[in-house]
């Protein structure tokens, strides 16, 4: 083990404000040794600050329509390929009271950017949803701190928007018509509003530096948020980015590890991304540092369909069935299934 990685592990394990210069030299763990000791530690922290119990948030993917055009993603409103389909009212509230008879305590409401569906039309779902006895994530994208209040108001407890990449340039060049700036308004609103603020990052994006991932750390860090979604890049045909390659599966998980130490609190998820660049993605990626997994409740006729990028895991497959084969997984891991809503445990005072 090099003598600087030995220092940078054994410093950010006893509490030292990370720097950058350290951060670097952590994600860029020689495998053997190295990734033994950082995926060790990152495992310890899980195990001591968020514990053994394994959150399972259900998601309802209830519309691909989108008006961005991110590059990345196959849900673009450019993507003419993709068959478009919006849940009506009913199905999103019947797919909800799957997740109480699964016994998931979160449904996270996620969608394209679709303004069809109104601040009020979200506002009454959240509030149905909740009088389920469910805690409520949204992941709707980019709207005004009006609507976002309401949604509040209604009963949302989190929010989901990942800041993709901490780097303005690689943002700006990624996200026609987009701005770095706002996406990070809307994370201060999120907090300054009450929610448990879940945020994020693409790893291996074209162009992506080890510099732009530690400063996505470092960010993370900074917004103190309650959850980080981090996951690799995987290509989609139909987008401006089809012709790159994947981002690299053992670089995630270095993220990931790296970022389980410097937000110990925080909820990590093992994402569908990694599960859908390896079969065996997510348990690796739960002894890694991660605690949370978040199993699909979409209605199989529309799973398809909801293709971010292609060969995402579970589509064939019904609620029920994701449920019997996440338990399976937990258990096998020595693991325990999360009771209750799983709300993060941080005072939000506190680093
Ligand atoms: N539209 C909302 C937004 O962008 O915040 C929420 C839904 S969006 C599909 C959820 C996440 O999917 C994005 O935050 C992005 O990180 C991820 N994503 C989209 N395309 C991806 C790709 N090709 N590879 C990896 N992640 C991708
Ligand atoms: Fe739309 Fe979200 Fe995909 Fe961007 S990442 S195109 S906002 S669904
Ligand atoms: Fe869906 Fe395993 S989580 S089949």
Not at 62 to 67: A, D, G, Q
Not at 118 to 129: G, Y
Not at 171 to 196: A, D, K, N, V
Not at 289 to 310: C, E, F, H, S, W
Request: proline share 5%.
């Amino acid at each position: 083990m090099r003598k600087e990685f030995a220092t940078a592990l054994s410093r950010i394990i006893q509490g030292e404000e990370p720097d950058k210069a350290s951060l670097i030299i952590l994600l860029s763990a020689r495998p053997g040794e190295e990734e033994e000791a950082l995926y060790r530690e990152a495992d310890n922290f899980r195990a001591r600050y968020v514990g053994e119990e394994v959150h399972l948030r259900g998601v309802i993917e209830f519309s691909n329509h989108c008006r961005r055009l991110c590059h990345y993603c196959g849900l673009r409103a450019d993507n003419r390929r993709l068959r478009r389909y919006r849940m009506e009212k009913e199905e999103i509230l019947k797919s909800a009271r799957m997740a109480v008879e699964l016994g998931y305590g979160t449904v996270v409401l996620q969608s394209g950017e679709d303004t069809w569906y109104s601040a009020e039309m979200l506002a009454e779902l959240v509030a149905t949803i909740k009088g389920m006895g469910l805690a409520v994530t949204l992941c709707v994208g980019e709207r005004s701190r009006e609507e976002y209040a309401l949604w509040r108001e209604a009963g949302a407890d989190r929010y989901l928007l990942k800041h993709e990449t901490a780097n303005p340039r690689l943002y700006h060049r990624l996200h026609p018509g987009m701005s770095w700036e706002e996406r990070i308004t809307c994370l201060q609103w999120l907090r300054e509003l009450g929610y448990q603020v879940g945020s994020g990052n693409i790893v291996g994006l074209p162009g992506q530096t080890l510099e732009d991932l530690a400063d996505d750390l470092l960010l993370l860090r900074k917004l103190r948020v309650e959850m980080a979604g981090i996951g690799p890049f995987i290509p989609h045909p139909d987008t401006p980015l089809g012709s790159y390659p994947a981002g690299s599966l053992e670089l995630t998980y270095r993220v990931l590890a790296v970022a389980r130490l410097v937000l110990p609190w925080a909820h990590l998820p093992a994402t569908t991304a990694v599960g859908t660049l390896s079969p065996n993605g997510r348990q690796l990626a739960l002894q890694r540092g991660a605690n949370v997994v978040m199993p699909n409740l979409t209605p199989r006729k529309y799973r398809g369909d909801y293709q971010i990028y292609p060969g995402k895991i579970c589509v064939n497959e019904e609620p029920a069935d994701c449920r019997y084969c996440l338990e399976g997984m937990i258990h096998s891991l020595g693991r325990r299934i999360g009771r209750g809503p799983g709300h993060a445990l941080r005072p939000l005072t506190e680093n």
